[in-house]
């Protein structure tokens, strides 16, 4: 787990200047781990109420699991670093390495829309509800991205200090939205933003089989979940 800078290899050199999200940041990440927070709340109550067979239970804790690494995904402390020589961004496991002599130029958009702003008058509840996040991109030579950073968990103030840091050119857009952004720069935008469906999709289907398993255990008579051997008997 990277976290802090004493954790960077020595081989990247020393650090000449080290950034984390401002703290003010921290309000969209808590929001974003209420819902996993509940779920492992109401699977630990429900385990302490009914006495389950060791196949459910055994999902029920894989579920918790993976609630728990999505908490902690968006709550662990970030941090960027650069040296003389490198650019390095924390991960769950390692360090994202870029070399400085790879980044030719960022990119910063200080409001990334999505592909939902698009044709939605200016003002209106659903604009502002779809008026972006900061973003902002490490291009090589060749325009390929080399590196980013999601306003989801970084500030737009912090992008910007990086962004100047690390390359003598910015691109700058104030607002923008992922299909003009793809166009202008392809390949920086993620499938996951040009077709947010598919990924709505995915995660309504995961979050309906989980409210199941879990109404089925908290809902369903004792003699019915004996019957599908879901409490011992």
């Given at each position: 787990?990277?976290?802090?800078?004493?954790?960077?290899?020595?081989?990247?050199?020393?650090?000449?200047?080290?950034?984390?999200?401002?703290?003010?940041?921290?309000?969209?990440?808590?929001?974003?781990?209420?819902?996993?927070?509940?779920?492992?709340?109401?699977?630990?109550?429900?385990?302490?109420?009914?006495?389950?067979?060791?196949?459910?239970t055994i999902i029920?804790?894989?579920v918790v699991i993976?609630?728990?690494?999505?908490?902690?995904?968006?709550?662990?402390?970030?941090?960027?670093?650069?040296?003389?020589?490198?650019?390095?961004?924390?991960?769950?496991?390692?360090?994202?390495?870029?070399?400085?002599?790879?980044?030719?130029?960022?990119?910063?958009?200080?409001?990334?829309?999505?592909?939902?702003?698009?044709?939605?008058?200016?003002?209106?509840?659903?604009?502002?509800?779809?008026?972006?996040?900061?973003?902002?991109?490490?291009?090589?030579?060749?325009?390929?991205?080399?590196?980013?950073?999601?306003?989801?968990?970084?500030?737009?103030?912090?992008?910007?200090?990086?962004?100047?840091?690390?390359?003598?050119?910015?691109?700058?857009?104030?607002?923008?939205?992922?299909?003009?952004?793809?166009?202008?720069?392809?390949?920086?935008?993620?499938?996951?933003?040009?077709?947010?469906?598919?990924?709505?999709?995915?995660?309504?289907?995961?979050?309906?089989?989980?409210?199941?398993?879990?109404?089925?255990?908290?809902?369903?008579?004792?003699?019915?979940?004996?019957?599908?051997?879901?409490?011992?008997?």
């Amino acid at each position: 787990m990277a976290e802090h800078v004493y954790q960077v290899p020595e081989k990247y050199g020393e650090a000449q200047g080290t950034y984390h999200p401002r703290i003010h940041s921290y309000h969209r990440r808590i929001f974003a781990s209420i819902p996993p927070a509940l779920v492992i709340l109401a699977i630990i109550f429900l385990l302490t109420r009914r006495r389950f067979a060791l196949p459910y239970t055994i999902i029920l804790i894989v579920v918790v699991i993976a609630a728990a690494f999505a908490i902690y995904s968006v709550l662990k402390p970030n941090i960027v670093v650069r040296t003389s020589t490198h650019l390095l961004r924390g991960r769950t496991i390692g360090w994202n390495v870029v070399p400085l002599a790879n980044i030719s130029q960022t990119v910063f958009a200080e409001r990334l829309a999505s592909k939902k702003s698009m044709n939605l008058p200016d003002g209106g509840a659903k604009s502002l509800r779809h008026k972006g996040i900061p973003a902002m991109w490490a291009l090589n030579s060749a325009g390929k991205k080399v590196f980013r950073l999601d306003g989801r968990i970084w500030d737009g103030k912090t992008m910007r200090r990086i962004a100047a840091d690390i390359s003598d050119q910015t691109v700058v857009y104030p607002r923008i939205n992922v299909v003009q952004m793809n166009k202008q720069h392809p390949g920086l935008v993620t499938f996951n933003e040009l077709h947010p469906g598919w990924k709505s999709a995915a995660v309504s289907i995961v979050s309906l089989i989980v409210l199941i398993v879990l109404a089925a255990g908290a809902l369903l008579p004792e003699e019915t979940l004996r019957q599908f051997n879901i409490l011992w008997s």
